[in-house]
T-cell receptor, first 112, second 112 residues
Framework: DTGVSQDPRHKITKRGQNVTFRCDPI?????LYWYRQTLGQGPEFLTY????????KSRLLSDRFSAERPKGSFSTLEIQRTEQGDSAMYLC??????????FGPGTRLTVT | GENVEQHPSTLSVQEGDSAVIKCTYS??????FPWYKQELGKRPQLIID?????GEKKDQRIAVTLNKTAKHFSLHITETQPEDSAVYFC???????????FGGGTRLMVKP
């Protein structure tokens, strides 16, 4: 499968715990995006990278959230001290320079 | 920032009928408008897109139209089939490679 992959697909955690998600973009795609999607809503932008540089961060991304793309390939999104409001689907997408963004299957986070 | 509104939120049609979903955007600088289809529990899939230098684009049973002056764009699906049932999202982007701003989604139900 040469599409965007994400791991894990599901994560259940207790409030206050830290979680980390991984995204592997389509090979050679230099742009990587993180979005969050809650039930019944469209995806909301969180942050994106061009190669290893983080170019933009949404105001939604509080200081409990951090994302990295250390070698310009895979990316990780960490949430510290999780809250129930963090429960959502976290989607990753990648693109090659231009417009078309291709999404991964997402990581569904449930904070209990 | 950009704001995208999508209507209707739900749409029910009979198999074989046409379906039209409409979106408006606020930022006149936006120049790329993709449409995604998301089936239950699946990733958003890019089905068609249009750039601001084009007024209409067609791909088999689906077409998208763009009115830059009025800042709205629409998705048209003809000869609908039960497998077209899904949630459809429009989105807008103001520069190549930047974040997408999504509409709230339209749940399309095609009755056999």
């Amino acid at each position: 499968d040469t599409g965007v992959s994400q791991d894990p697909r599901h994560k259940i955690t207790k409030r206050g715990q830290n979680v980390t998600f991984r995204c592997d973009p389509i090979s050679e795609h230099n742009r990587l995006y993180w979005y969050r999607q809650t039930l019944g809503q469209g995806p909301e932008f969180l942050t994106y990278f061009q190669n290893e540089a983080q170019l933009e961060k949404s105001r939604l991304l509080s200081d409990r959230f951090s994302a990295e793309r250390p070698k310009g390939s895979f990316s990780t999104l960490e949430i510290q001290r999780t809250e129930q409001g963090d429960s959502a689907m976290y989607l990753c997408a990648s693109s090659l320079q231009g417009d078309e963004q291709y999404f991964g299957p997402g990581t569904r986070l449930t904070v209990t | 920032g950009e704001n995208v509104e999508q209507h209707p939120s739900t749409l029910s049609v009979q198999e074989g009928d046409s379906a039209v979903i409409k979106c408006t955007y606020s930022d006149s600088a936006s120049n790329y408008f993709p449409w995604y289809k998301q089936e239950l529990g699946k990733r958003p899939q890019l089905i068609i897109d249009i750039r601001s230098n084009v007024g209409e684009k067609k791909d088999q049973r689906i077409a998208v139209t763009l009115n830059k002056t009025a800042k709205h764009f629409s998705l048209h699906i003809t000869e609908t089939q039960p497998e077209d049932s899904a949630v459809y999202f429009c989105a807008a982007q103001y520069n190549a490679g930047n974040m997408l701003t999504f509409g709230g989604g339209t749940r399309l139900m095609v009755k056999p």
